[in-house]
């Protein structure tokens, strides 16, 4: 029981508040906190609701110029069709447990949500919950692939004034099965990065970008394959990276913009387990990658 919950037990004189509301059903649970959200607002006066309006971290509208913002978003969008992606608008909530089911990060850095839902914080789980679907509804072996510009909304505590609870990003997830010798890996690893590079390089100075690939596993087979298909891309540093418990499987990749002094990582992606735990199925294969659409417009419009 973390401290706020063992206050709130100790104010009740409930100590068993916190299991016994676990054993709730989702729909019993639901039910009360509707009742309860339906109480609490009857106290709240519009002077009070605009003094909240005014201070909550994640009511502030963005600080980018919409219309061009808008564009920019587009530009990014038509290139993920023209590279044969589907490209989709999503709902801002997803299924509870969406981000933190199946990777390393905690509830509490994601806005939970009545109804069984969360706010999105990372569009590509949202990706590998359809791929997933669609694997399993259709047993599929082509590869499915999907991009949209998604609102992040995220909860932990911000110490960088430059950074916001709500920001826009371009995401992209190619996922399908495993034919051996790294064949999907070796095909949409590229294809991602080359998309990342040419929408990068049409915002900036080519010479100003560089990348950094972060292997996951030591696989000798799969660095040697990759190398040869690098000779596309400049101002690339291969690192070994064979943590524990990492975000990423196999590979990662990030790009980075040399501005004013400092290293701006401005877009990354890689491989990760996530369809293999939801279908399940270890022969699935999936790649998701995003680019920080707002951060590069309020670097170009400073």
Sequence with gaps: MNNIAKLIAEKTGY????????KLSGSELNSLLLELFRKRIKKISPAALLNDFDKNRFSAPSSVETISFKQFELRYLELAVAKKFNVVTLSPLTSLGACSVMGYVDQNNVVSALRGTEVISDATNVFALMIANEFKKRRMNEVIKYATTQRHVRSQALHNPAFTTHFGVFCMAS??????????????????????????SNEFDKEKLFIKIFLKDDNKIFYQKLQGLLKDFTNVKIEKETNEGSYYTLAQFKFFLNHEGKEINLSDGGFVDRTQKLIPNKKHRLIISGIGTELIHKIKQA
Excluded: C, R, V, W
Aim: proline share 3%.
């Design 175 to 200: 996922g399908g099965l495993d034919k051996g010798n790294f064949s999907f890996e070796l095909q949409h690893l590229p294809e991602h990065m080359q998309i990342h590079q040419s929408l990068l």
């Design 15 to 22: 100590a068993n508040l916190l299991d016994d509301l676990n």
